[in-house]
Nanobody
Framework: QVRLLESGGGLVQAGGSLRLSCIAS????????MGWYRQVPGNQRELVAS???????NYIDSVKGRFTISRDNAKNTVYLQMNNLKPEDTAVYYC??????????????WGQGTQVTVSS
């Protein structure tokens, strides 16, 4: 069974920084793309940043230059460094990963979410 465990959320003042971590554990053959989503109550979950197995990254425009996604393949871990946080970054942040269980099958997994609150 595969699990994604997130950590690093919290309360921070505008302009501050937080670092989110997400560790994939279980019967993993290979971790493919990994990403961070966020959701505000009443809104759809949106993709914030992603990184594929080769290290190519993508970001939504609103976080470019402020957030950095990275991964440690040896630890099956993805990080999201968030700098210069703004109140509009307040949301529950979810880790997502596409994980191969063997050579032939891959599934998509979600973490439980971690709250990020930015005060003005």
């Amino acid at each position: 069974q595969v699990r994604l465990l997130e950590s690093g959320g919290g309360l921070v003042q505008a302009g501050g920084s937080l670092r989110l971590s997400c560790i994939a554990s279980g019967s993993i053959f290979r971790v493919n793309a990994m990403g961070w989503y966020r959701q505000v109550p009443g809104n759809q979950r949106e993709l914030v940043a992603s990184v594929n197995a080769g290290g190519t990254t993508n970001y939504i425009d609103s976080v470019k230059g402020r957030f950095t996604i990275s991964r440690d393949n040896a630890k099956n871990t993805v990080y999201l460094q968030m700098n210069n946080l703004k109140p509009e970054d307040t949301a529950v942040y979810y880790c997502n990963a596409d994980i191969s269980l063997n050579r032939y099958a891959a599934n998509n997994y979600w973490g439980q979410g971690t709250q990020v609150t930015v005060s003005s």
